[in-house]
């Protein structure tokens, strides 16, 4: 199964719709509450992410019997230092991303506790590709 | 605690009053940041928070939260109500400050996350 999802950067009052459309396929097919969790706060995470730095962004879940990956690819500014930004606190959010409760330079340590398997691509200026795989069963 | 007893500890106005008011809370965790509550594991645990937006509900439906108070008598949407009642949320509304509800939670019982 393949569903696909737009995002469009700044927008904060759909910021988390197509996480929360995930959640909804993962418990139709009975997927452990503990594993949806990880899934939905890795993808609602990315969500955030392209919401608050990026003009837009397409997610495609594909859904296996044991996995999903995820794809989150945005028209962003890029990340020049992948390293640097997975550190905890580390951000270049503004002030609005952090009055949305956000942008505390938590969310990449986060996606990354929350995935099983993380690959992030980014050109600079470009944008970024956010690219992970959990597993679906105990 | 039944949410429902919380509710009438705290004097607040019960936003999504079609739920099931009888569910328990054993733990709360307070904080206006967002990913500090995505980095949590919670169970019959009540969110406390004084951020009043959409995201602080979507974080608790991410989170697996179910009850969510929003403290300081902020102003609560129609957007949030809905969001919350869609999501199963029970969603409250204190004029008491964050320390203030933590407090009166804390000496009921009601137990820190960690």
Redesign the interface.
Known sequence: MVLEYHIDGGDFVNAGKASSAVKRVLKQLDVPAKRIKRVVIALYETEVNVVAHASNGEIEAVIEPERITLTVKDSGPGIPDIERAMLEGFTTASKEVREMGFGAGMGLANIKRNSDDLHIESIPGKGTIVRFTNDLRD | MQIGNIAELLKAKILTPELYLQRDVDYAFTS?????V??GDYDKTLLITG?S????I??A????IREVIIGRNKKVSR?MIELARD?DIILLQSSYSLYKISGILYESGVKAVY
């Open positions: 206006d940041l967002m990913s500090d995505l980095t951020l937006n959409l995201q602080a979507r974080t439906e991410m989170s697996d957007e999501n």
